[in-house]
């Protein structure tokens, strides 16, 4: 081995912290600008011109690998030690001012790269940190694969050797060999890392909180949007998800993802950028992949850096432990456990119903493995010949393969509703037992029964009481088979009473909103509603005093409660419980005014002291005319039942339940059922007017007149004896001492009756009359859905009551 002597020069390097640290300078580097020099051959008096040109190409292949040479050397302001964590910057070159023009020019095209190895050198160096994601973590190794496989063997391997080999290797070569190799893709690369860079820097500088906030209200607009155009055009269903619209303060995943397929469609039109660009992209979403593919065929997320498009709400902090699924929480959990990442959201996922797809499809199938228990879906409907993801899909290619899987979780989701929980008679017990709809048995065995208890002013003795009564009718049919939803409903007299649950939930509490908007909601409707709208609570919540004594009756109270079992509370979702429920109170006030008229017609028309046959005829008359009024109030009321019994509850009833029974895996759709369940029970509410708080309203206090009717004919019994001698004689020991006849007063006294008579029929026509002309107006004016809409034979009917 030959032996050479070198010059070495090693000097102190003053600003050093505690003199400690020492700069070993051989002979051309120096570490930083204000160290000591080696001593350079003035260019000018090299008469030479290809030594010059070696002379520059020899600092060039110093520059290209980030260093300094004799002739080129860093600018005075660069001080690698000195550095800001939020910006990488490489170093400025100054060039001698004797070097030659032409060669000068080439220099200076050259050095960009020199300052382009150092950023990416930093980059790859500085965000390999796991916290910063896997995507961003394979892009890192794919910079320093392309420095060290590429760009460094061009410049070492090639250009160097040239240099030393090559006598006629010239500045011009060097260009041409970087422009032929490497240089487009350090470029490209560069390019890359400042837009990340430029993000990571406006992530840092942001109110991250702030930002959090706008796209979740941005979200609501577009939410309510959605809604209203859906219901404007008629149709049943809209794609609506939640998700979560917090800023990750570094850039992860799909943000870097996006950055990349952006710089792709930049450079569209340059085909050696586009394959360069494409394969980067390939490489460094190969994690995500691995996501994607994960979620879509198991249903697991594991995303331990918050980077895929998919996110768990309820991930639990190091220190904290993970929430446990439970009745009480499985249908919140279904919700909002998994949702959408906003930030990272690639735009080729975001079209369409691609997100959606995708979200639908990983839920499915967790719900399938948390029922049955199951760690994986391995062998549980294959998927065919499907290998292994290894480039993210796109365009056309990526709806196939989520419409495949997409296909596949719901043919899983429908052999675990059908098969394993017969959804179908399910639903039908829902719709008997809990929305109370053609079950006799009911109203013979307890409702019946309890009309005293329903008619007293609410408190907990009438509750206790009513409860009891219940129960004793839900042990009386606990033999019947298949009985599952009976067993799990509970009697509550709720504090507010039907018309102010139907207030809360109508047009004219959210200052004249869509009717649909609110019953279109799943859980947070009202919060919508309050964010989006600059409503004075405290105003709209104060009473006037010309308002009408609320009606204290129990049975505006009675309500039945329920809480479905999951996973049927994933179908069956609290909204849909809330909808069955004002249903089921409106059912059940009109069959209890129904039922006291019905009482009342039996004490006018079988009770001995009505049929007396010496009344004279003011009192017939009279007694005709109270006929007449019950009849008309009985044909209202027996119609307004039969209406919503039949044509709105029945009417639907037969349109959604052989969309239910004729069901198969082929063609079934998760979402599309859980639409058909909700658009059901929005219909229902539309046709039974229950979205129209001026309309119940008036319904109610029609059937306070009727109550005040009924109350009134059976409390004659007294009086219509101190109308007739004869009548008073025959009842004169039933009736309290010191009664006694007078012709005069009962003149007076029949004069009186025909009088209430007489303002019980005027209330009862004008409120009849106002009621017809609002469900004209409210049909009319497009408040309720087009196509088979049960409203028009409801006006029809009401002008013919007139």
């Given at each position: ?13 003053e ?5 400690t640290f ?20 003035p ?12 002379l ?21 302001s660069?001080?690698?030690r ?12 100054k060039?001698?001012k ?16 020199g300052?382009?190895?150092v ?17 961003l973590?394979?892009?890192c190794f ?12 061009c ?9 030393e080999?090559n006598?006629?290797?010239?500045i011009r070569?060097l ?14 690369l ?7 860079m ?8 942001m ?15 577009k ?9 404007r055009s ?5 794609v609506?998800f ?10 992860r ?20 950028n586009v394959?360069?660009l494409?394969?980067l ?14 979620w ?5 997320l594991e995303d ?26 499985s249908?919140r ?45 391995d ?16 365009g056309t ?12 979780a719901n043919?899983?989701?429908?052999s ?12 039908q ?8 709809y ?15 208890e ?11 009481k ?19 939803i009976?067993?799990l ?8 009473t039907?018309?102010?649950i ?57 309500q039945?409660?329920?809480l479905?079992?999951f ?44 049929r007396?046959?010496g009344?004279?005829?003011?009192v017939?008359?009279?007694?005709r ?6 009849f ?9 039942l039969?209406?919503t ?17 004729n069901?198969?895996a ?12 909700q ?9 039974s007017l ?6 119940v ?12 009717f009924?109350?009134f ?10 109308l007739?001698i ?10 309290p ?30 409120h ?10 409210y ?16 006006v029809?009917?009401l002008?013919?009551?007139?």
């Amino acid at each position: 081995m030959e032996v050479r002597n070198h010059v070495q020069d090693v000097c102190l390097i003053e600003s050093a912290p505690g003199n400690t640290f020492l700069s070993r300078l051989v002979n051309f580097q120096p570490l930083t600008n204000s160290q000591v020099k080696v001593k350079s051959y003035p260019l000018d008096q090299i008469k030479n011109h290809r030594v010059q040109e070696s002379l520059v190409v020899r600092d060039l292949l110093l520059v290209l690998v980030g260093l300094e040479g004799v002739y080129i050397r860093y600018n005075n302001s660069y001080d690698p030690r000195i550095g800001s964590e939020d910006e990488i910057r490489g170093p400025d070159f100054k060039i001698a001012k004797n070097m030659d023009p032409s060669l000068k020019s080439f220099a200076k095209w050259i050095v960009k790269f020199g300052k382009i190895y150092v950023v990416l050198t930093r980059f790859s160096e500085r965000f390999t940190d796991p916290v910063y994601g896997a995507v961003l973590h394979r892009l890192c190794f794919e910079i320093r694969q392309f420095l060290s496989n590429e760009y460094m063997r061009c410049i070492v391997e090639t250009a160097e050797t040239e240099f030393e080999t090559n006598t006629q290797f010239s500045i011009r070569e060097l260009g041409q060999l970087l422009t032929q190799n490497c240089v487009f893709k350090a470029q490209l690369l560069h390019e890359l890392v400042q837009e990340i860079m430029q993000e990571m820097n406006r992530r840092a500088m942001m109110d991250r909180e702030e930002a959090d906030f706008q796209n979740f209200i941005q979200d609501l607009r577009k939410e309510k949007e959605t809604v209203q155009s859906s219901v404007r055009s008629d149709r049943t269903t809209s794609v609506l998800f939640m998700t979560d619209s917090r800023i990750n303060l570094h850039a992860r995943g799909g943000v870097i993802l996006q950055l990349v397929e952006d710089k792709l469609k930049s450079n569209w039109g340059n085909q050696r950028n586009v394959d360069f660009l494409q394969n980067l992209f390939w490489n460094i979403s190969a994690q995500y992949c691995t996501m994607l593919e994960k979620w879509l065929t198991n249903g697991s997320l594991e995303d331990p850096y918050d980077e895929f498009m998919v996110s768990d709400t309820t991930k639990a902090a190091p220190n904290q432990t993970s929430v446990a699924l439970n009745s009480l929480n499985s249908e919140r959990l279904w919700d909002t456990q998994y949702v959408i990442r906003k930030d990272g959201l690639m735009n080729q996922l975001n079209s369409g119903d691609v997100a959606f797809k995708i979200l639908m499809t990983g839920k499915l199938l967790n719900l399938f493995r948390t029922c049955c228990n199951l760690q994986g879906l391995d062998g549980v409907w294959p998927l065919g010949n499907s290998g292994p993801l290894t480039k993210l899909p796109q365009g056309t290619q990526l709806t196939l393969y989520v419409d495949v899987h997409y296909e596949r979780a719901n043919k899983l989701a429908w052999s675990l509703f059908y098969e394993g929980y017969n959804l179908p008679r399910a639903l039908q017990e829902i719709h008997q037992n809990f929305l109370l709809y053609n079950i006799p048995t009911f109203f013979r065995k307890f409702f019946n029964r309890s009309l005293v208890e329903l008619t007293k002013v609410r408190s907990d003795a009438v509750q206790e009481k009513l409860q009891v009564s219940f129960q004793e009718y839900q042990k009386s049919r606990c033999e019947e088979p298949h009985n599952v939803i009976l067993p799990l409903l509970n009697l509550q007299l709720d504090k507010r009473t039907f018309y102010r649950i139907i207030e809360q939930f109508s047009s004219e509490t959210t200052s004249e909103k869509d009717n649909a908007d609110l019953l279109q909601a799943r859980d947070f409707g009202n919060l919508r509603d309050m964010l989006l709208q600059n409503l004075n609570m405290q105003d709209r919540n104060e009473t006037t005093a010309s308002q009408s004594k609320e009606s204290q009756y129990s049975v505006h109270h009675l309500q039945f409660e329920i809480l479905v079992p999951f996973p049927l509370n994933t179908l069956v979702s609290k909204t849909c419980v809330v909808q069955y429920q004002m249903i089921q109170r409106y059912l059940l006030l009109l069959h209890y005014y129904n039922k006291i008229l019905q009482d009342t017609w039996l004490e006018i028309n079988k009770n001995k002291v009505w049929r007396h046959a010496g009344f004279g005829m003011n009192v017939k008359r009279w007694i005709r005319r109270c006929r007449v009024v019950h009849f008309r109030m009985a044909q209202f009321m027996k119609f307004m039942l039969e209406y919503t019994s039949q044509d709105v509850i029945q009417g639907g009833w037969v349109t959604l339940e052989p969309q239910l029974r004729n069901s198969r895996a082929a063609g079934f759709d998760y979402y599309h059922s859980q639409a058909a369940l909700q658009d059901f029970l929005t219909q229902l509410m539309s046709h039974s007017l229950l979205t129209n708080a001026s309309l119940v309203r008036l319904l109610i206090q029609i059937t306070d007149i009727v109550h005040r009717f009924c109350k009134f004919v059976t409390s004659l019994r007294k009086t219509l004896c101190l109308l007739d001698i004869r009548l008073f004689s025959s009842y004169q020991a039933q009736l309290p001492d010191g009664d006694q006849y007078d012709e005069q007063m009962a003149l007076q006294k029949l004069q009186e009756l025909q009088d209430y008579l007489d303002l019980i029929w005027d209330s009862f026509t004008q409120h009849r009359n106002a009621f017809a002309e609002g469900v004209f107006y409210y049909c009319d004016h497009g408040s309720v859905r087009s196509g088979e809409n049960p409203v028009l034979y409801l006006v029809e009917r009401l002008k013919s009551l007139e």
